[in-house]
């Protein structure tokens, strides 16, 4: 009798279990996500000026959790609406650039090739207290994306294939570390890479958030604007309230050194400085960033989420070897969920003197509801001693659900 109860209550487990995978497979929670852009690029020079109609369709599914496990997965896919009147990509070749380079190197770079790809398919474990692991390949952006991003603005994100961990045992301190194998870049191609990636990020209070970290990147090709390279640094930020203004600020200092595979050469330093005020709906700032060069290496980062800094022309994605100062004021407001932001940038070499130019940016963007947004932006940059003048313009319309 004992023995046929003791098979009673396994079978009941088993079944049980099973009941939850199934619950865990069922009910869990879809995403999609639409965004249709249209992007004019007029350049001064041989190119022809170029536009591009794209749509990105993004779905995916996440799974609830069964035995403190879930799974995502996500498929990613970017199609261009009526010609291709753009070059899709700097280059061609594996395994930097995928199949849906369009080769149209007469025009004006786009950086949106067509492409269908996995975007993301990881398996999550929070079973130990404090803990989140995830394997797989997975999105992974560490602090304001300088360093590591997920290139968001461009219509294909960059993921990453590897282990990420995520602590928070300590109180106000989140440690996160991870191990890459590879980039999947914007151009549907790859970045093979041994990556480790520690941050340490303690938030103290509004006024006071430090993040330290050593990113140690070991590309399989190491290459002029992917270099092998080991950067250790802090960073703090904070807001003050003082009644009506909120005062604002950001400094950071990294260092980077060669790492594997580099020369000697391979040395340079950043650093940041950033003053901000924000009264009511209103934000202010004034920062000077630099990307440290001595006319042989100039500081690189090639992980991170490059549009978001050094003007939305995106003339600097690579550091030129004298390094870049970009000095810049920015001015932005809410108003009737209208935002608006305007910028400035003066941009020069860190050693030789040259001076690299100027850009203005300014961007309109407003939530239709819960679900849509639209977005007008617009860079136009002004050559001196680098590059060319470069005008941009792009309409953007986007569906979260």
């Known amino acids: 009798?004992?023995?046929?109860?003791?098979?009673?209550?396994?079978?009941?487990?088993?079944?049980?279990?099973?009941?939850?995978?199934?619950?865990?497979?069922?009910?869990?929670?879809?995403?999609?996500?639409?965004?249709?852009?249209?992007?004019?690029?007029?350049?001064?020079?041989?190119?022809?000026?170029?536009?591009?109609?794209?749509?990105?369709t993004r779905l995916g599914y996440t799974t609830a959790k069964w035995n403190?496990?879930?799974?995502?997965?996500?498929?990613?896919?970017?199609?261009a609406l009526g010609g291709e009147d753009y070059n899709s990509c700097p280059g061609a070749g594996a395994p930097f650039f995928g199949d849906g380079c369009n080769g149209k190197t007469g025009f004006s770079l786009i950086a949106d090739p067509e492409d269908t790809e996995l975007n993301?398919?990881?398996?999550?474990?929070?079973?130990?207290p404090k803990t989140v692991l995830k394997y797989g390949r997975q999105r992974l952006v560490l602090d304001n994306h300088r360093f590591i991003g997920n290139v968001g603005w461009r219509q294909n994100e960059m993921t990453y294939d590897g282990l990420s961990v995520v602590n928070t045992a300590l109180p106000k301190l989140t440690i996160h570390y991870?191990?890459?194998?590879?980039?999947?870049?914007?151009?549907?191609?790859?970045?093979?890479?041994q990556g480790d990636l520690l941050n340490l990020a303690w938030a103290r209070s509004e006024a006071l958030?430090?993040?330290?970290?050593?990113?140690?990147?070991?590309?399989d090709q190491d290459l002029a604007a992917r270099r092998d390279t080991r950067t250790y640094g802090l960073r703090a930020t904070g807001?003050?309230?003082?009644?009506?203004?909120?005062?604002?600020?950001?400094?950071?200092?990294?260092?980077?050194?060669?790492?594997?595979d580099s020369p000697d050469s391979v040395e340079a330093d950043y650093r940041l400085v950033e003053l901000g005020a924000a009264y009511q709906a209103v934000t202010g700032k004034l920062g000077y960033e630099v990307l440290g060069g001595d006319g042989v290496y100039g500081f690189q980062t090639p992980l991170a989420t490059l549009h978001a800094f050094q003007g939305w022309a995106d003339v600097f994605l690579n550091t030129p070897a004298a390094g870049v100062q970009d000095a810049y004021l920015s001015l932005g407001a809410v108003v009737e969920k209208f935002s608006f932001l305007a910028v400035y940038h003066d941009f020069s070499a860190d050693?030789?003197?040259?001076?690299?130019?100027?850009?203005?940016?300014?961007?309109?963007?407003?939530?239709?509801?819960?679900?849509?947004?639209?977005?007008?932006?617009?860079?136009?940059y002004s050559a001196k001693d680098f590059a060319v003048d470069t005008e941009k313009l792009w309409v953007q319309a986007e569906y979260k659900f």
């Open 351 to 380: 050693s030789g003197g040259a001076d690299f130019g100027d850009e203005w940016d300014a961007s309109l963007s407003r939530p239709i509801n819960d679900n849509l947004s639209v977005m007008l932006k617009y860079a136009d």
């Open 239 to 260: 807001a003050v309230p003082l009644a009506p203004v909120k005062f604002l600020y950001a400094l950071e200092y990294a260092s980077q050194d060669r790492h594997k």
């Open 68 to 79: 403190d496990l879930d799974l995502m997965v996500e498929l990613e896919d970017v199609h």
């Open 178 to 193: 991870a191990h890459l194998t590879n980039a999947n870049n914007i151009f549907g191609g790859d970045f093979q890479l």
């Open 120 to 128: 993301q398919f990881w398996l999550r474990y929070a079973g130990i």
């Open 1 to 56: 009798m004992g023995l046929l109860l003791l098979a009673g209550t396994g079978m009941g487990t088993a079944a049980e279990s099973l009941d939850m995978l199934r619950y865990a497979l069922s009910g869990g929670t879809p995403n999609l996500d639409l965004r249709l852009r249209y992007e004019d690029v007029e350049q001064d020079n041989a190119l022809e000026n170029a536009d591009a109609l794209t749509l990105r």
């Open 209 to 219: 958030n430090l993040a330290g970290y050593a990113y140690f990147v070991d590309f």
